[in-house]
């Protein structure tokens, strides 16, 4: 589809023959004819990035003249029909406005009647029902002009938030060569893509089927209708490694604090930040290819029509299926209520980082976050709670004293009682912790668990508790802290 642009020397229409997006950002590749060519583009599109391609097999031609010029009253081509619809609602407006003026010179006329001879008090009957006609008419008229001009309001302003700013455009001069093929390629930040994922988890089976959709928008002001590479990494602003500096340290005064308990579970539920509402699909030909490489994963549609005013489109880009374990766990410090996790030994495709649209057993179960993920590596997703299985922790009360050779010590604990009300037996994963040392004098003694943890990493303890249909089981921890006498306890999470 040939998107035509103001022209001028050559006044030839030129064709968007690809698209390339990045999450944040993308370029268009303009066919260039032979001859001289004279282009004009939206502001958005950016001055420094325009270039001129050479044909294939030519060497790297002259490049073109762009730079940014003011034009007052110019529209984008994409922007055209918002502004003839904003034109139409204007006349709109202003008629309906005329209506209502010419109603109330009427009424101006009949307030200012004076019914004269023998007539005169048919003459005013008749006048009073004409002002109450009119009053009528007059009113429904008020209120016509008033829409109309709300909405002509509403719509102008649309469009002057979505035309570039402060009327400017990119004129673009150059040669397209004697035997053409040459390609004109320029960059702008007001295009991109954003992705959302749904899973589809079966709960019995820990079957999951997912599908990865894109919403492609485009607010650069130009039209395009062409084959379209969807990247999940931008370009690089740098070729340069980072520097290593050397890495220093002296002593200061210590400082006093304590510290919060801000120990932290499974990874919560979200909400992400707003995506464009998207439209029907427009993508044609071939399901989008996959193209995996050492920088980053891209997706090649054959086609794609997304109008530059601002409108996006939503695509399907892949479809698959993942096996996993389905694990209830439990973390009661946290929640009462137990987190459906499921555990994939091995991802086979890459994943990327961003918004997740969750599903249990064909009910929504909110949105969440897709870590990054690499291929042939084990991946936990968390599906929201599981509100029949329940854990709750009572804290023993502790109790603080002096030890017979001088120290001080303190005795504490908890008890965690599980609840299974589902109609099968179900291994809960409970997963809690026990205070460690981390200075010379403090001493964690006495330490009570039953029944033992599976993992033990730095007192961080993991039960895989059985618990049968109604009932219950249980998990009891106790400790000492032994300290110096002359100093207090503080609780902190290691960072």
Known sequence: MAMAFESGASGTPLEVERVTLFPRGGEISLAIPPGPFDITLPGPFQVGTVRLNPAPGEP???????????????????????????????????????????????????DGFLPEGEGALGQIQATEALRREYALRKGEADRRAQEARDLYDAWEEELGRRLPPGDRGVVVRGAGGEGGGRHLVVRTDQMGWDHLYRL???????????????????????DWDAPATLHTARPSGTAALPRVAPLVVSASEKRGGGGGDDFVGPPALYAPEALPAPSSPQARGRAPEREDSLRDTAFVVDRLEVPGDGTSRDLLLESFELQGEVVLVAVPSRREEAWILVEVASADRTFLGGACDLVVDGTSAGLSFMPDQGAGQPLSLVFGTAP??????????????????????????????????????????????????????????NVSISPAPVKNEEGVLTWEIPVDPGEKGTVVVSWRVTFPRDKELVFRDKR
Do not use: C
Request: proline residues 8%; glycine residues 10%; without cysteine.
């Open 60 to 110: 790297f031609p002259p490049q073109p003249q762009a730079r940014e010029e003011p034009l007052p009253g110019w529209i984008p081509p994409a922007l055209r029909p918002l502004a003839d619809r904003v034109d139409e609602l204007r006349r709109r407006a202003l008629e309906e406005e005329a209506s209502r003026d010419a109603l109330g010179k009427v009424m101006e006329k009949l």
């Open 200 to 222: 589809e988890l079966d709960s019995a089976t820990g079957r999951i089927v997912g599908s990865l959709r894109a919403m492609v928008w485009n607010l650069s002001g130009v």
């Open 388 to 445: 029949a299985v329940k854990a709750e922790r009572l804290s023993r009360v502790g109790s603080e004293g002096e030890a017979w050779l001088g120290g001080g010590h303190r005795d504490d604990g908890y008890r965690i009682t599980v609840t299974n009300g589902l109609p099968d037996r179900r291994v809960v994963r409970v997963v809690d912790r026990i205070p460690t040392s981390a200075q010379e004098g403090v001493r964690v003694e």
